[in-house]
């Protein structure tokens, strides 16, 4: 008998048939709560922290409540295990052991336990093991082929169930667009759409629950995380919606500025989408911060990350508390700067700079001619965009005849700035606030990093 669970779920305990939702897991003092670790075909670990009704719970049980997509077969020997989420095979009308049959390599679903801090094999199965609160359980989908393949990672009951990860879930989230989000359990397969999601979300979840990145992240001209990607299956995100539908992930995040016509889209594939505020502003970024830990049941570790931000904000306006403000331009290629309203001009305030785009009132994004940067002229000129990629971003700069005469070309104080920390939209916004600081007023800062190397 070939056995489907999908929420609701049907479990099969000892022959009998016992009814239980997934989705309004146990959530009471006297659930069991246990730790499931689950790595299919890609080699990707998946965790789960499910609550189970105090009777008796079994492996099976376990399983059941990760929501995931179960079929079984039921035989004189007890329950055999096809298939979980996209992995195995698909009785009846494949055999359960469908991938070992006529061939040399055989692959197929097996189970563990965590004992000891190392996983031993389960003879018995999973619907004859009882579990009680703290156990971890594993299912490795195990390939012959590839004598070399990894098992899963032995990640103990305390990182998978760790306070406010399970407790609260089901919940509803409101999201940047106003939208009530149900997400049933903390969501293990993430894939970030937007740039700032990406940076948020590595830091937040680290990269075992993210199923994929966009492909600016791994670009170092622009992105805070390039080189850190690796254990993300995908890092090649980008407007395919075709895409981003294949890949079955447990949530997709959005931004509030993505195209209304995708989000729709992606409802309509039946894909939980989870949309963000705007980046605008820094009161904005820890929007999007509190809202991604919401989603993800990181509540605690997403206001971690807003305090430690908050704590070099407050040491760079304290060390810059007494300086002389100084005039800026933030100046790209082309005439590009930015005013209120963006975050280059928030950068610049919070390192106590004026910003002269403001000072114009030009608007969040205006374009500025070589008129108004001699009408201006500015204490300091700070270099972004493709100057970034010249060897001397200054010396192109000053080649226009025009500018020679600016104050800020006469004290030598254009200085080039890196981009990925003007321009990002995350909790690294507080890297541009420090290298802006810095630029404007060295000696405050001499004086700081001269206080910690004596300590």
Known sequence: MCTRRIIPLLVAVFGAALLWSGAAQAQDDDAIRVGVVIQGADGQPQTFCVALPDDEPTGADAL??????????????????????????????????????????CAYWSYFRLSGGAWQYS????????????????WWWRDSADPNAAPPPTIPFETICGEGRAADFPRTVIDGLGREVLIETPPQRIASATLGSDEILLELIGPERLLGVTYFADDPAISNIAGQLEGIPYTDLSGSLEYLISLEAD????????????LDQLLDADVPVFVLVEFNTLDEI???????????????????????????????RAAVADEAPVRVLYYEPGGITYGPGSTVDEIITLAGGINVAAEADLGPYPLVNAEFVLSADPDVILLGGWFSGED????????????????????????????????NVSQYIVLGVEDVARALYPDAFEEVDDEADTE
Do not use: K, W
């Not at 911060?289 to 971690?304: P, Q, V, Y």
């Open 64 to 105: 059941a409540a990760t929501g995931l997509e179960i079929l079984s077969e039921r035989g004189s020997m007890g329950t055999t295990f096809c298939r979980i989420g996209a992995t195995g095979c698909t009785p009846p009308g494949e055999h359960c052991f469908c991938q070992c049959m006529g061939g040399e390599s």
């Open 286 to 316: 820890r929007a999007n911060i509190r809202l991604l830990g919401e989603a993800t049941g990181e509540e605690a570790r997403a206001a971690e990350m807003i305090a430690e931000m908050d704590a070099r904000l407050e040491a760079v």
């Open 123 to 138: 003879p018995i199965g999973a619907e004859r093991t009882a579990v009680s609160s703290g156990d971890v359980e594993g």
């Open 392 to 423: 001397d971003p200054a010396a192109v700069f000053e080649a226009n005849e025009a500018f020679r005469t600016l104050r800020a070309v006469q004290a030598g104080r254009v200085i080039p700035i890196v981009d990925a920390h003007m321009t």
């Open 251 to 262: 949530l997709v995040i959005l931004a509030a500025y993505s195209n209304p016509a995708a």
